[in-house]
């Protein structure tokens, strides 16, 4: 059952020095034997998301990366602001694997029929140290993929189809009808829009330009606001009073963005009320931050009553909190339409030596709207 | 039944001009006529708590403030920031009552005998409009008072008792077991410290200055600590490390002491920590905004990971939440501990007239901590 070529493989790792330097390098890695009930997967494909940018390079200076290490581990090296440092002093000198799902072929698996079943069998799956050549993971934790998808179709089978789909799953479970998106345009906002578009739910997608505005339309969407455009307020409420939307859930996180949402909302609902309260309407208003593309601080003017929420957001706890039936479910839902509405587009695949690569790490750091970068481990 | 003194009475009118001009006005105003099952109630004492100034005033400039109106209906004016009209739409050219909560003497009642068993009875009431000679209520919404309460004990029955009873309340019902207060030095936060005292809760009181700080200790608080202060986030990182407090009720609500609670919750919370997560700890963290002592905006760092809510807070919502059963118990509780627990001190205690006297209304809308006025309607 053990093959000599899949004892050990090359595995990316992220290492933040107590000196303030963060160095990302691929070491020779032994596979973690299998258990009974454990399989192993080489991996064929696995994302670069925002997520996985911020566990390689935390909050490392970009300008300053250079390549390190030799030829046999190839390394780069970038230095880490002092300020910064306290916030990591959690991870300081360990090297951490990295790289949250993926996607390839079962090669080896343990002695239990439901691992052994699953032997040549194409899955994807999800829990950290993907970008390595193998990973061994529970049999129970895989999602076996239809026979015609390729390991790129299967990918991005967790983060971002969950996220959009725990968009609408909360959205439902706290009583609210219709929803608010920004940073609309990017991978996981098009998914949202088609899942919206699928469900007949109401969607306000908040863009920051006229091409992304563009994009979104000729998706489909039949609400989408420019939050760079003169009239964006006025349009804004609205988008809130014909949708009735009073949850967003945003990813900018900081600046205005937030007050300007909770505004607008409450603004829509004090438009509904017959009587002066000094307290602002009494309609809920929530948003929820679930990323951090603009690091300023969040600002709230709260000029939008006492009858609102602002908090973080996050798969993995919403996850556990709706218990492993439901999120199931979900899960089922994302393979049952893993080419239509949960389909990623990537603009290049790579190498897992390319992540460290100087160049390329500028052009996956970007974050570029519709850019979206695919590793794939069996390249050389 | 009826006498001909209670048939009118002298009530203090706020009304927002469309010309952008505020006016305070005593206009005598015709008694309600009580039904079956109400009573009618000679107000005694009635409290300034920020939440009637903010009635009272609104966002007019105070430094504007000139007497106006005649002899007979006294009046005082003042001028609306113009870009402060448009949130004022909803109350313009409406002479609107004002006063919260008070206290007084049962003078007339309907006909039914809950209502009647109320006559010549002290109670404390609730519900707008207490800035007047007579209010007619429910006879089931008032408060009897025992017999050795003054009006005065009884005139803040509602507002800072039902209020620092509810954030005990709420820190219980959303799973928390200890809890921070700003502003702790109020009358308010003198309350809720007694509460916590009584009560075996460990509380963090957050001042503004060494007076405050040693008028909590003085009694008897535990975890005093003074916002000016340079050793401020060390010393509220030691006391949430030794209470336990994930929630926090801000009377300020403005600048950047919520996101001071919130990332010294989170450090907190990071210190039990054995393992490094990026997103920061599963710790829940709560701060509610119930009052808006600092009117500049919220800012937060987000240094404190994405398990958090920042959110308003009000009483009568929260009232309405827990039921009519449950308020009663809280209710009965303040009775109970009337001269005790929840006893006000008061600084003055002043006329109708003297309301919209310039000189007094400076003092009174300074809300320095530990100042606070009483009406007492009856008062020439």
Known sequence: MTSQTTDQGLQLRSL????????????????????????????????????????????????????????????????????????????????????N???????????????????????????GAMYAEYRTVKAADALPLPDDATAADGASCFVNPLTALGMVETMRREGHTA??????ASNLGQMLNRICLKDAIALVNVVRSDKQAKLLADAGAKHVVNSTSPGFMADLIAALTETGATIAFDATGGG????????????????????????????????????????????????????????????????????AEEAGRLRQRVVSELKTTFASHYTREISLRDVLKPDVIKAYTRRATGEKYLINPTLP
Chains 1, 2 share one sequence.
């Open 16 to 99: 933040v020095k107590a000196s303030g330097e963060l160095e990302v390098s691929l070491q020779p890695t032994p596979t973690v034997e299998p258990g009974p009930d454990d399989i192993v997967v080489r991996i064929e494909a696995t994302p670069i998301n925002p997520s996985d940018i911020g566990l390689l390079f935390g909050p490392a200076d970009l300008g300053s990366i250079r390549s390190s290490g030799s030829d046999d581990t190839p390394a780069v090296t970038a230095d880490v602001p002092p300020r910064a440092m306290t916030m990591l002093a959690a991870r300081v000198d360990q090297a951490l694997p990295v790289g």
């Open 101 to 127: 799902e993926g996607a390839g072929t079962v090669v080896r698996a343990g002695a239990s029929p439901q691992a052994q079943a699953l032997i040549g069998r194409r899955v994807a799956i999800l829990g």
């Open 179 to 184: 929803l608010v998106h920004t940073a609309a």
């Open 256 to 323: 205005r963005l937030a007050s300007q949402l909770l505004t607008a909302m409450e603004a829509a609902a004090v438009a509904r009320m017959t009587t002066y309260s000094r307290y602002g309407s009494d309609t809920f208003k929530q948003v929820y931050i679930y990323g951090g593309l603009d690091v300023s601080p969040t600002e709230l003017t709260r000029s939008f009553g006492f009858s609102w929420a602002l908090g973080g957001w996050l798969l993995t706890p919403f996850l556990q909190k709706i218990g």
